[in-house]
Structures are given as C-alpha cells and as structure tokens.
C-alpha cells in the first residue's frame, strides 16, 4: 500500500482518463520508469478535478522485492513537484485500498476575508462577507447519522445507493480560515462540495440549518446549495 499527498490543481482528478491529465497517469507514469514495465494501482476513491490530498492510499501487486525505503525515494524521485509518496507498507494479498477503507475525512477550507492571499487562494474558495459559524456548525450537526444524501450529490454519481454514514461534521475558525471538517464511511460525487455550498447558504440566511432533514426526505438536488469550487476540498485522512 502506498501513501499519497498532492496538490491537485493541475489535474483532472485522481482517475486516468483519454483527454487530460490526472494523478493516477502521472503516479503510473513515474511507476513504469522505476519498474521497467506497466503496473496498476488501485485506489481508495477518485477526485475531482482540482481537489488535493493530503492523505490518499492506494495498492499495487509488485514481483520485485524492493526495499521500502529504496521503492519510496526512487517513485519520489521521479514524480513531478506537486506529487509525493509519503509512506510505503506491505499489505496482505487480498487487501483492497477501496474495498477495506472504512472511512474518509475531507477538510473544506474557506478563506473569509476581503484581501486576497497568493498562497492561499490555490487551496481555498475566498468568501468576502463574514460569515456565521454558529448557523453552519448547526446545519452541520443535522447531517450526523445514517441517512439518503442523494440531494447532496450531482447527477454525475456512478452508484445507485446514496445512502451514507456521516460520523462527525463541523466548523471552525482560525484567523480568516474557516474549516468545515466531515467524516463518514463514504462520500457520493460533489457530495462535501455541495455541503459545503449549502452551508454558506445556511450561513447567508438563504436555507435554514434543518434542510437536511428536509431534502434527505425529498432528495430534491435544488433544494440545496450550490456545488462549492474544487479548489478547497482537500482528502485528509483514510482509515482502515
């Protein structure tokens, strides 16, 4: 199993696809040069175009008995600046990076002030106006539970079942950033970017900070937020 950070902003999201480039073609990539020969990996989820990771985990079945060490510094080595290999492990021979995570943390990261930040803006959706914790962290506290997010997710989804477990939900503030933190055991497409959309709008007095338990009835897509800019979402921590 291989440990990955990245910074997305230069690709179409972690799955290779015919017409642009994405994460997984330039780790693939940088696999083939160290292998001598094609290897697939397998990961524990996808993202969207312009979201990063800070920890995403993926496997591989090699032949070669590389040291671990070794297999870390020559992948990083070869990969481009925005891409790293942060840990390398054995993993048992029917072990599945997708199939046996048991959940995902995702951080969205709002940069709520008037001045613009060089450094910042590459990794945050920059709001002027102030906005309003407390309303969020309680449209956010409606969200915990078991329940169908098929409001929450854009029509792109690859899976039938929309029905999700979110164990812990918030916001914070630090400074001008503020964090929506969310944890479940499994996320549908758009889902934390239109959570994140819908808490602003809670925020803006534009929904009230029950309509999760409106829409999780209805699953009415537009009676939510809109679908928060990618720059922001950031996959924080895989459990397994």
């Known amino acids: 199993m291989l440990t990955l950070s990245y910074n997305g902003s230069a690709y179409h999201g972690w799955q290779i696809q015919s017409n642009a480039l994405t994460v997984q073609e330039a780790f693939e990539n940088a696999l083939f040069k160290l292998l001598g020969k094609p290897a697939k990996v397998t990961?524990?989820?996808?993202?969207?175009?312009?979201?990063?990771?800070?920890?995403?985990?993926?496997?591989?079945?090699?032949?070669?008995?590389?040291?671990h060490s070794a297999f870390l510094r020559g992948l990083n080595a070869l990969l481009p600046p925005d891409i790293a290999v942060t840990d390398v492990k054995d993993v048992p021979s029917d072990f599945h990076a997708r199939y046996?995570?048991?959940?995902?943390?995702?951080?969205?990261?709002?940069?709520?002030?008037?001045?613009?930040?060089?450094?910042?803006?590459?990794?945050?959706w920059q709001i002027e106006r102030q906005l309003d914790i407390e309303k969020m962290n309680?449209?956010?506290?409606?969200l915990i539970g078991t329940h169908d997010f098929f409001a929450f997710s854009a029509s792109g989804r690859t899976v039938d079942d929309t029905v999700r477990t979110i164990t812990d939900c918030f916001v914070k503030k630090e400074g001008d950033?503020?964090?929506?933190?969310?944890?479940?055991?499994?996320?549908?497409?758009?889902?934390?970017?239109?959570?994140?959309?819908?808490?602003?709008?809670?925020?803006d007095g534009k929904l009230p900070a029950d309509i999760p338990v409106t829409v999780f009835e209805t699953k009415k897509r537009e009676s939510v937020g809109m679908t928060?800019?990618?720059?922001?979402?950031?996959?924080?921590k895989v459990y397994y």
């Open 100 to 124: 046996n995570c048991k959940g995902k943390t995702y951080v969205y990261r709002i940069l709520n002030s008037n001045k613009k930040d060089a450094f910042l803006s590459p990794f945050t």
């Open 138 to 142: 309680a449209f956010c506290k409606n």
């Open 177 to 203: 950033i503020i964090s929506l933190s969310v944890t479940g055991n499994g996320f549908l497409y758009n889902m934390v970017r239109i959570i994140v959309g819908t808490a602003v709008d809670v925020s």
């Open 43 to 67: 990961a524990c989820s996808r993202t969207d175009t312009g979201v990063h990771a800070r920890e995403f985990c993926c496997h591989l079945d090699i032949e070669e008995n590389i040291p």
């Open 228 to 236: 928060a800019p990618a720059q922001g979402l950031i996959l924080e």
